[in-house]
């Protein structure tokens, strides 16, 4: 099995939906993080958690939610989507002592 | 704000040749300097991590250098295949962004047999 998982892997929505993008870790990992990925801009990230208690914002977090519901799960929303969320949303994991990010497989959005 | 650029954008190469990609960053103060592959329809797969400390790291084919002071690094990949066909991110852990990552656009790489 993955070590992280993604859910659902492709969606497709109209704007003005609201959406949740969810993430589970089998790794024991404190910290989790949201990007999404945009054709030759790279990843840019949208919020962090470094623990179940501690959100914060990233580079992009407007028209984003997050909820860190236990420490192996991290999930995304879009209250009001539109069509420039259009992307692939990525979840990530790392401790402390590790400073490598593992990656799930993606979730292909499509906002139309 | 730290910049991160990855030049050329896509590269094709026939099987057999060695690969050069270019990583080139803004801010030097940063904690290290990560190299992920991501292959179509899929997440990303950490290939090298090299500290702010250190010069180059390598794994089996792969040799990531890291010029700090120019804000530079450079991932080789010996003797190219066709399974070597992917996008290499180069990513920064920067102090001023408390070790969160900034990445590069990618360098969309085809191996031709």
């Known amino acids: 099995d993955a070590d992280v998982t993604q859910t659902p892997r492709n969606r497709i929505t109209k704007t003005g939906k609201r959406i949740m993008l969810e993430c589970s870790q089998t790794?024991?990992?404190?910290?989790m993080y949201w990007y999404r990925q945009d054709p030759g801009l790279g990843l840019r990230l949208i919020y962090y958690?470094?623990?179940?208690?501690?959100?914060n914002k990233g580079e992009i977090s407007d028209g984003y939610s997050v909820s860190r519901q236990a420490q192996a799960k991290f999930s995304l929303s879009l209250e009001s989507a539109i069509p420039n969320q259009t992307a692939l949303y990525f979840c990530?994991?790392?401790?402390?002592?590790?400073?490598?990010?593992?990656f799930g497989p993606g979730t292909r959005l499509l906002v139309l | 704000k730290q910049e991160v650029t990855q030049i050329p954008a896509a590269l094709s190469v026939p099987e057999g040749e060695n690969l050069v990609l270019n990583c080139s960053f803004t801010d030097s103060a940063i904690y290290n300097l990560q190299w992920f592959r991501q292959d179509p329809g899929k997440g990303l797969t950490s290939l090298l991590l090299i500290q702010s400390s250190q010069r180059e790291q390598t794994s089996g084919r792969l040799n990531a250098s890291l010029d700090k002071s120019s804000g530079r690094s450079t991932l080789y990949i010996a003797a190219s295949q066709p399974g070597d066909s992917a996008t290499y991110l180069c990513?920064?852990?920067?102090?001023?962004?408390?070790?969160?990552?900034?990445f590069g656009g990618g360098t969309r790489v085809l191996v031709k047999p």
């Open positions: 958690s470094f623990d179940v208690k501690d959100i």
């Open positions: 990513a920064v852990a920067g102090k001023a962004a408390g070790n969160k990552l900034t």
């Open positions: 990530a994991t790392s401790d402390l002592s590790q400073e490598t990010q593992y």
């Open positions: 790794k024991g990992h404190d910290r």
